[in-house]
């Protein structure tokens, strides 16, 4: 099954959709630095054979540009995750009104192709009720994509065009069923770093399919249980087991009279670096791609690193890569270092083969604007097993896609 993404980045969504075994037609990116990452991360690219990934028809240029026509009726899956600072928590909160928000160019493509499903991530920072209305009107575009937005005509007007629309009985040519906007904590679906983000899915109501969204795999509980109650946390990692901080020691009485929690633990930091060897300041590593030390880190108040036994901070993307205090570790003895580029896109799980181009800062807005590989792969995944009934040539995953680093999920081709 074929899939088009729009602003692809550093690769994140793009892999995890390989994964759940669609096929893209085009990866349409305007970075030059991110475009170089893919790039160098496609089975096309000269040197690139050893990761044995399906090459990657990479556009690089503004997404307005893109012949979308060329495509109609032939996609059965249109992703993207449109630029996100206009509605970022930590952004300037312009919304709608910053030139830097390209949802309408998101929303156009899906009224040129009318892809059979349609997946979109952004910030949680969108819900956020100075944000609802154009929220909402994401919705209802998404609703009846085939209802453009008429010359002149505000935003506002439109909604409350498409609003009518609905109430006078939908529209007659194409509607789509819309799932959320949902806000997952993808910390509870195997990433490793406390990390919400806004999910929308659109079906097309033709095609009468159900949508659910997937359940937590992963708990806070489970990994106390490990750490404090079993222990077996601490001889995975080979480590003497210290004493419960202070903070967690209600949780743990609880946990002593309860069976184990049915779900995996929550991965942490020394989860995810572990086999990684320490970096050294200014020394690229011999064997691991992106991985050298940066000295200079400093803790201040609200910048003070993610712990080495909890998931990490949220990775975010800013004008300088990701800020310092979303981008350090705090070693057992108290000191900080920054994290290495290798070591942050693990915390995105992101493979060890998958290499990072451009300078440093550039290398890490990509990763911070990433989607984590594994959760990627669990949405498309889902959706691939449900429209896989309704295409009789559903293409299986290749054999030769990145393996992961641990035992994902399983694809269900029966």
Not at 119 to 140: H, S, T
Not at 239 to 244: F, G, I, N, V, W
């Amino acid at each position: 099954m074929r899939a088009i993404e729009l602003f692809a980045g550093g690769g994140g969504l793009a892999l995890g959709i390989q994964r759940a075994g669609f096929r893209h037609l085009a990866l349409i990116e305007n970075d030059h630095d991110a475009c170089d990452t893919l790039r160098a991360n496609s089975g096309s690219a000269k040197g690139a054979t050893r990761l044995r990934q399906q090459g990657w028809p990479i556009w690089e240029g503004d997404a307005r540009d893109y012949p979308y026509e060329r495509h109609a009726g032939k996609i059965h899956l249109l992703v993207g995750g449109p630029p996100c600072q206009p509605f970022s928590i930590g952004g300037k909160h312009t919304g709608n009104s910053d030139t830097r928000n390209l949802f309408p160019i998101m929303l156009d493509a899906v009224r040129r192709l009318l892809p059979q499903a349609v997946l979109i991530e952004n910030v949680k920072g969108l819900a956020r009720e100075a944000f609802l209305p154009y929220l909402e009107y994401i919705v209802w575009r998404l609703r009846f994509p085939a209802e453009a937005m008429r010359f002149g005509e505000s935003w506002l007007d439109h909604k409350e065009r498409l609003a009518h629309i609905a109430l006078s009985g939908g529209h007659p040519d194409v509607e789509y069923q819309i799932m959320g906007p949902q806000i997952l904590n993808l910390v509870d679906y195997g990433a490793p770093q406390a990390r919400e983000r806004l999910f929308l899915v659109a079906l097309r109501a033709d095609l009468d399919l159900t949508w659910e969204w997937p359940e937590p795999t992963h708990s806070r509980s489970a990994l106390l249980h490990e750490q404090w109650v079993s222990g077996v946390y601490w001889r995975r990692h080979r480590l003497r087991q210290p004493a419960p901080p202070f903070s967690v020691a209600a949780a743990v009485r609880r946990l002593q009279d309860t069976p184990r929690p049915a779900s995996k633990p929550w991965r942490t930091v020394r989860d995810a670096l572990r086999g990684l060897p320490e970096p050294v300041d200014y020394q690229p590593h011999p064997t691991i791609a992106n991985h050298i030390g940066i000295p200079g880190a400093r803790s201040y108040y609200g910048h003070s690193g993610s712990l080495y036994d909890a998931p990490a901070k949220t990775l975010k993307a800013g004008d300088h890569g990701v800020p310092g205090g979303e981008n350090m570790l705090l070693r057992d003895d108290g000191t900080v270092r920054y994290f290495t580029v290798r070591e942050s896109a693990r915390l995105q799980t992101f493979p060890d083969e998958y290499v990072f181009c451009g300078s440093r800062t550039e290398a890490m807005r990509q990763i911070g604007n990433a989607t984590p590989v594994i959760v990627a792969e669990l949405l498309s995944r889902q959706l691939f097993n449900l429209l896989k009934p309704i295409n009789r040539r559903a293409a299986r995953p290749s054999r030769d896609s990145f393996l992961p680093q641990e035992s994902l999920f399983e694809l269900d081709i029966a």
